[in-house]
């Protein structure tokens, strides 16, 4: 449950963080005013919407044929190359995607992590979902802190490497909790 736990705090930090970013990191690269980065935003939280409404879906169904430990590791690889490339891009065009996956990927990992603790916690599944969203509460908190600290060491790449850092602690966190034993009847 822990790794688990942490995963999530850690997803969450990396994606709060570059959401906290993104908007100055739009203006400053690309001259996006505030009116036109109102579609950058929406284009995040709709994929956000879509990639968490999908992998829910895919991971709920009888015939289900994933793993939410593989899709969780999926959905880390996808958010962390997307969240540097966004970073490190030049044009607009290519930033918009990535932006959208960046989104989707953190969502699928939300969903896994919520379903695994689900699983894995029976009657105990209140308290881990709790302590689940104190954790990534902290995380909003983590995200913003060190993506600033990258910003002021680096500018966007420093708070690329601040943010992709994490995503990448979350992804071995991750393959740590697939080597976990699965509960009876998984």
Known sequence: ???LILVAMLRTAAFMGYLAYLAAFYDERFGLAPEPFAIVWTLSGTAFFLGNL???RLLSSDRATIRAERLMTFGLIVALAALVGVFFTRTLWLALPLTALVGAGHATVAACVTT????????LRGTALSVNAAGMSF???????LGGVGLALGGFAG???????????????ARLSARAPAPAGE
């Open 1 to 3: 449950m822990v790794p």
């Open 54 to 56: 999908l992998a829910g």
């Open 116 to 123: 695994l603790l689900v699983r894995r916690c029976g009657s």
């Open 139 to 145: 995380g909003v908190f983590l995200g913003a802190g």
């Open 159 to 173: 708070t690329a490497a601040a943010l992709g850092g994490l995503t990448l602690v979350a992804l071995v966190l």
